[in-house]
């Protein structure tokens, strides 16, 4: 008996870590996405450029720079702007301006060969302006399989960037 309750014990504590680690990589891919854009933010002003936003259908988010001298969009590969792809668990939906973007339906838009902006063919999910707006929006980031904590990063489009934790299904 006293076996059965030690075993269940530790079955419980397991399952209590392996939840707080989940939510601690959630917390800190959400904190890492907000200190992100508001770099991307400072840059685009303090550079006086248009910095665009893009996330894919893989939940991969990179930055790029207008290069207005041969208007086609630069990756920013390197440094803290540099591409960065969530965790597999974790997924992402954007409602940019209250609309739901369908990021599979604006990756193909910008695979196709319908538009074309020089070495980088695609459109932003988002601008951040050299004037210090950015397209308003929402990214809500959460786990597929857990329903019970969601952050959401947004923006109005004129007064920074804020980082809510909610309790909700994603």
Known sequence: MVVVFIIAISAGLAV???????HRQLDSEAQRLLQIMQRASEKAVVDNS??????DEDQKYS???????????KSLADGVLAPHVFP???????????EEIDLVDLYQLN???IRDFGEEN????LLLTSDGQVTPFEIHIGFEDV?????????DGVSGFRLQTEERAF
């Open 50 to 55: 248009e910095i665009g936003f893009y996330i």
């Open 111 to 113: 695979n196709s060969e």
């Open 147 to 155: 329903d019970n904590i969601v952050y959401t990063l947004k923006s």
């Open 122 to 125: 695609f459109i932003p999910t």
């Open 63 to 73: 930055f790029y720079e207008f290069d207005d001298h041969r208007l086609a969009w």
């Open 16 to 22: 209590i870590t392996v939840g707080n680690n989940s």
């Open 88 to 98: 597999e668990r974790i997924m992402l939906s954007i409602d940019v301006e209250n």
